[in-house]
């Protein structure tokens, strides 16, 4: 759909898929989701052990069953459903130490400690009759019965600032579909919503909390799902609404540096082993690389992410300097 020059494009996105590659992706960050999900503490440089991490890839299309991450010797199940009415939720369970309830069980023990998994639900999509808290009554074989109050977080009654500061991200990635059905009323909130999550992403990135190539993954995901939802509410919300939602939010398009960057990988593959010119080659290429990641100065994007970036894909500190200025010299030149 083409809406006053602006192109967008209905986009299939599998939630758990996306939010399994997000997670299973850096093991520090799975361990903040955690400890902001459900109150831990679990040491950043704990093990990580995805017990079903050759299923991830990069494709956001398949679905996915529930994965197990196994984080400090304890066993995590994370899935991701949806009902009829449209409810999306994420269900996590943590279970006892060993991954098991019945670990190191025998026959002969007299007695055994069991401990049920602690359960949290986030509904990342809800409604008004959404159910602000769970009730689990459990009924065991021999006719005992326990009632557990489960957590419950709607992801809609968080702020944006929230769920940055509790590590939330890899969920709040979805944040904007908690403003469906999106109505001319609610786009300026809408709006700003985006542009706050797409700062809060980007501190995160730079605060290296998020790694970068996790968060071009949510920045597209971002992306797709607030064009899902114009696409969806156009008429509620108008062509002209609609083009200032896009135009204004501060959308930064790394694929274009990572475009070059595969460019220059390639080339300098094909080049290995014939020395002449490739020093001098590689400069100009880095520089081109620089040069276009700066341009993202016009977006929003902070010189010191832009400069970090560069740095972290091995384009030289010189470089990173002389393409820094040249820009600002043509940004001083313009105004």
Request: aromatic content about 8%; charged content about 25%; hydrophobic content about 40%.
């Amino acid at each position: 759909m083409n809406i006053n020059g602006i192109e967008t494009h209905p986009h299939q996105l599998s939630y758990d898929k996306i939010i399994k590659n997000t997670l299973a992706s850096s093991d520090e960050m799975t361990i903040r989701f955690i400890n902001g999900l459900l109150g831990d503490n679990i040491p950043l440089d704990a093990p990580v052990e995805w017990l079903d991490k050759e299923s991830v890839t990069d494709r956001h299309t398949a679905i996915v069953a529930d994965f197990y991450p196994k984080i400090d010797g304890k066993m995590y199940s994370i899935e991701v459903e949806s009902d009829d009415r449209g409810d999306m939720s994420v269900r996590v369970f943590k279970y006892a130490v060993g991954g098991a309830m019945l670990h190191g069980m025998a026959s002969t023990d007299a007695e055994l400690n069991i401990t049920f998994p602690q359960p949290c639900v986030v509904f990342l999509k809800s409604k008004a009759d959404t159910p602000q808290k769970l009730t689990w009554n459990i009924e065991f074989f021999d006719g005992q019965k326990v009632t557990l109050q489960v957590p419950v977080i709607q992801l809609a009654e968080l702020s944006v600032e929230e769920i940055a500061r509790r590590n939330l991200l890899p969920i709040g990635q979805f944040y904007m579909r908690t403003f469906e059905t999106l109505t001319e009323q609610k786009a300026e909130a809408f709006r700003a919503a985006a542009a706050s999550l797409l700062k809060e992403l980007q501190v995160a990135v730079d605060s290296g909390s998020i790694p970068f190539h996790i968060g071009v993954q949510m920045h597209d995901t971002i992306r797709k799902t607030v064009e899902n939802i114009l696409i969806r509410s156009e008429k509620e919300v108008g062509f002209t609404m609609t083009t200032n939602i896009l135009e204004t939010l501060p959308w930064i398009d790394y694929r274009e540096v990572f475009a070059k960057l595969e460019e220059r990988g390639k080339a300098e593959g094909k080049a290995e082993g014939k020395a002449e010119g490739k020093a001098e080659g590689k400069a100009e290429r880095d520089m081109e690389i620089a040069l276009k990641a700066f341009e993202q100065l016009d977006r929003g994007m902070s010189l010191s992410m832009i400069s970090s970036t560069l740095e972290g894909y091995g384009i030289p500190a010189d470089i990173i300097d002389a393409a820094r200025m040249q820009t600002e010299a043509q940004r001083a030149d313009r105004s």
